[in-house]
């Protein structure tokens, strides 16, 4: 008994100092390229976008998406449509899209060629009482 409870302290021991050196590493790692935050969200395009360069091209990009119910009148069922969004020549593609449904955090990534990003949010339901409050941000490698 006293062998185990013995290694059981070691071991939360060591994970104490290792766990936060491997987060510190990953966020190391990564460079945030757009953060969003909004209230009462059910379809607008993000007001900030950001440019893959060529040097970049075919570099994976995540977006880390969070969101609340905005009022009891949003179903829990409900969704969140987020999109990431390429500007062409003419109009827009989208490149991306990830569904995040009620109360919920996330992420999604896509790799992305050289060109102008944004993200565009929607209701799956396009009812102006289905809203949400949001935040999150977009990252690539270093």
Known sequence: ??????????????????????VRIVHANTTTVLTYNGTG????????????TAAQNGTRFTVHHSQ?????????????????????????????????????SGTF???LRAGTYWLHFSTVNVSNIQRFNISGSVTRPR
């Not at 969200?41 to 893959?52: A, D, F, P």
């Open 41 to 52: 969200i059910h379809n607008l395009r993000s007001v900030n976008e950001w440019t893959v």
């Open 109 to 111: 990534a896509s790799d």
């Open 1 to 22: 008994m006293k062998k185990t409870l013995k290694f059981l302290s070691f071991t939360l021991l060591a994970f104490s100092f290792i766990l936060p050196q491997v």
């Open 68 to 104: 609340t119910r905005y009022n009891a009148n949003t179903a829990t069922s409900t969704q969140m449509r987020v999109h990431i969004i390429r500007n062409a020549f003419i109009g827009s593609t989208t490149e991306a899209t990830s569904n995040f449904t009620g109360t919920t």
